[in-house]
């Protein structure tokens, strides 16, 4: 028994994973260990965000935050690097040590989430938009000049160490951790660019610890798909992450229950009603909600949460500032769950290869808005209403940078394929919109429905086109 190892973990019991281990005492008092890292401000503020973003004043027990979940990214990312080393260093022969690449992945997937801001991805698309930032872009400014130095000092996890030469680059951690683009994987090592799959290709240590997480503390399912059994069936091949034809079924179902979340939580029809009042609370709440770029303020930026902003909003009608005020008591409806925006009606819409979103009027939600307007009756033109457009993505990374990073085995002919050679993996949707629409007078359903049914009507006989 090694005394000396068990002396230097600590353990935290997590619902989904069970036992998470990470180091905690390094071999000297100023020695960088992983619980440095985790117990970090920027890290520790993740227990101050929800994981639902708003889905949690709809789910009364989705209360689990981002720290949860990258906790449990980072114990994913242990149990994939013990399956898929071995093939990662075959195909990849410059692969560095299992230490440092376990390390590394380890620590792409604690910080994966480390940029975000109140709400999460809302926060993406009503604030840091503004600034021509993502919290992937945000979050890989903070790993390389907020934390780069710590990362820099890390010399092993609790299942291996790295190599005497080897050190942790910040600046790789932080090219992980963002979306591919064209041309970034430029002078890139081949082995980096396939554990980058690991964090944006279709099954990642991301999502999977997502999809079992959010379908548990909803009430969806307490074992949604088969975790042992994708991770089981997955290896590295020259082309990049290969499964087994013997795991495509575990993998369908994955991407299945993932659709199906989006569809029954992300997108509940009360989780949109309450987005719908967030972003008028947002445009409205700019001046006083923080102060500028967060790249710019980030003293300020590490101090602000999703606590920390409705605590403040919840003041703001107490304020001697009259605009400030009404704002205030907007956010304190809010607060109280009293939410102006009624659900109406709803239709889907499938797309397949070859079919585009963006080529129909329901490309965004403001043209689809007024191609709506144009089928009310008169006296409704003016009626205030909302749109939104819902996109579940079945097989994503079809097309663009992100393309081409998941493959499958054929084990008869001993082929590595494309994954849409499987029939049943060809047969799901490419994505599916879910059209809604939202008003304050819910007596206005007839004919908002018979209006939806025109345009929905409209988009299957003359819309569709190829991309």
């Known amino acids: 028994m090694n005394l000396d190892k068990i002396a230097a973990e600590s353990l935290c019991y997590d619902p ?38 708003t889905a949690w004043w709809v789910y009364p027990t989705a209360e689990h935050t981002r720290f949860q979940h990258i906790l449990g990214v980072m114990h994913l990312a242990s149990r994939l690097i013990d399956q898929l080393y071995p093939s990662l260093k075959e195909v990849c022969p410059d692969t560095p040590s299992r230490g440092h690449v376990e390390t590394l992945l380890r620590m792409a997937g604690l910080l994966h989430d480390v940029g975000h801001g109140p709400f999460g991805h809302f926060f993406d698309s009503h604030f840091l938009q503004h600034f021509n930032l993502t919290h992937e872009s945000l979050g890989a400014h903070i790993i390389q000049h907020q934390l780069g130095d710590l990362l820099a000092q890390l010399r092993r996890n609790p299942y291996s160490q790295l190599e005497d030469h080897e050190r942790i680059d910040p600046e ?16 890139r090592p081949q082995w980096l660019s396939f554990l980058r799959s690991l964090l944006s290709g279709i099954y990642t240590i991301d999502n999977m610890d997502f999809v079992l997480r959010d379908a548990y503390m909803t009430g969806y399912s307490q074992q949604s798909y088969d975790l042992e059994r994708l991770i089981r069936y997955s290896f590295f091949t020259e082309k990049g992450l ?14 299945n229950v993932r659709a199906e979340l989006f ?67 907007k956010w304190k409806d809010l607060l109280n769950r009293n ?13 397949d290869e070859g079919e585009s979103q963006e080529m129909t009027i329901f490309r965004n939600e403001s043209f689809a808005l007024t191609a709506l307007r144009e089928v009310l009756p008169t006296e409704l033109k ?40 499987d029939k049943i993996f ?18 206005l359903a007839p004919q908002l429905a018979a209006a939806l049914d025109r345009l929905v009507g409209n988009h299957a006989v003359d819309d569709l086109t190829n991309m």
Not at 29 to 47: G, K, N, S
Not at 432 to 440: D, M, S, T
């Open 339 to 351: 939410i102006p925006w009624r659900f109406i009606c709803e239709r889907s819409l499938r797309f």
């Open 263 to 329: 569809q029954t939580v992300y997108f509940h029809r009360e989780v949109m009603a309450i987005d719908k009042t967030l972003e008028d609370l947002f445009a409205e709440s700019r001046p006083w909600m923080f102060p500028g770029n967060p790249i710019e303020n980030l003293a300020a930026y590490q101090g602000f949460t999703e606590f920390s902003l409705l605590v403040d909003a919840a003041r703001w009608h107490q304020s001697d500032d009259p605009h400030q005020a009404e704002v205030g008591r």
């Open 382 to 421: 003016e009626t205030p209403l909302k749109i939104a457009l819902n996109r579940t993505v079945f097989r994503p990374n079809t097309r663009g940078p992100s393309d081409h990073q998941n493959f499958m085995y054929d084990a008869a002919q001993k082929k590595i394929k494309e994954l849409t050679t």
């Open 16 to 53: 989904i994973h069970g036992y998470v281990p990470f180091v905690s005492e390094g071999n000297s008092p100023d020695e960088v260990t992983e619980r440095t890292i985790i117990d970090h401000p920027w890290l520790q503020r993740m227990r101050q965000i929800h994981q639902l973003q």
């Open 426 to 443: 060809r047969s799901l949707p490419v994505s599916r919109v879910v059209c809604r629409i939202y008003a304050q007078d819910a007596s």
């Open 242 to 255: 290969t499964i087994h034809e013997r795991g495509m079924a575990a993998l369908i179902r994955f991407m």
């Open 172 to 187: 790789q951690l932080a090219w992980m951790i963002q979306r591919p683009k064209p041309g970034d994987q430029a002078e």
